[in-house]
């Protein structure tokens, strides 16, 4: 464009008498390349005012869901989530997150819940777990090797959801599965619903393939204060089971939240006895 501009500025007319000289010819090609450097400067100036939107207005595809409000939230509060390394489709962010999450409803949808199993994630200085959220495996693969070959994702994902409780202790947390979608018999504290921790190293784990496996992070709305169960070392529940006169029945809203207020206070009870 700067180009275009010098050689009009040698090219086109300076004064009156240069006017009179110039022929039909030279007039159009002068009328030719004044009009090219109109255009030229229209679109750059169009060009810039369409970069400066772009970066300025509000865009529908930018809105954050859930898990960008997780980890932006988390890393405000400089959280450093420093280990061992971490295989690359496993790190801790948006695209990896939507991978596994997809496989998870996936082979759920295929399989049903037979193949999924509900994560619990543990300080081994405490005897809270929480729940932080659910995997999935095909049926060549085993839950612990599903666990083991997700582990940095799931344990990274329980300190960002639980910073105060699991946090402190990141790249030592426990984790643990239970049956798949128990966690209403897991409230009623019911003995058949058994806890088995998983570990980090399972041989075999690194050679399962991503798509093999799924994971699906819990997620709290509305100031949730998160599920959580008192266990033994073991996995066994500490309290006797709770009775319901609607274990075959879906309880009620009222019914989930007198649940809930007895097991917050078992937790609470408990911490005083710490």
Request: net charge negative; with cysteine.
């Amino acid at each position: 464009e700067g180009k275009l501009m010098s050689k009009l500025n040698s090219s086109t007319i300076s004064s009156p008498s240069s006017c009179i000289h110039m022929n039909h010819t030279t007039m159009t090609s002068a009328s030719l390349l004044l009009l090219m450097a109109c255009l030229l400067q229209s679109a750059h100036s169009f060009s810039t005012t369409f970069h400066v939107l772009g970066r300025t207005a509000p865009s529908s595809l930018s809105v954050k869901n859930k898990w960008d409000m997780l980890i932006d939230e988390d890393e405000d509060e400089d959280l450093q989530f420093d280990g061992p390394p971490v295989p690359r489709d496993m790190k801790y962010n948006m695209f990896n997150i939507d991978r596994q999450r997809t496989n998870f409803e996936s082979i759920k949808a295929v399989a049903g819940k037979d193949l999924t199993n509900d994560v619990y994630a543990r300080n081994p200085e405490t005897d809270t777990f929480w729940f932080i959220g659910k995997v999935a495996h095909v049926s060549d693969v085993s839950v612990e090797k599903a666990v083991a070959r997700q582990w940095a994702m799931v344990e990274e994902h329980s300190a960002r959801l639980r910073p105060a409780e699991l946090y402190p202790k990141w790249g030592s947390l426990q984790l643990w599965v239970a049956p798949g979608d128990s966690e209403l018999d897991v409230a009623y504290c019911k003995p058949e619903i058994k806890f088995v921790q998983m570990f980090r190293d399972v041989g075999g784990a690194s050679e399962v393939r991503n798509i093999e496996v799924g994971f699906q992070g819990e997620l709290y709305e509305n100031d949730e204060e998160g599920f959580r169960t008192i266990r033994t070392n073991d996995g066994e529940p500490v309290k006797s089971e709770i009775q319901s006169s609607a274990d075959r029945r879906q309880p009620t809203d009222a019914e989930l939240d007198d649940m809930m207020e007895v097991l917050n206070s078992q937790v609470l009870t408990n911490d005083d006895n710490e």
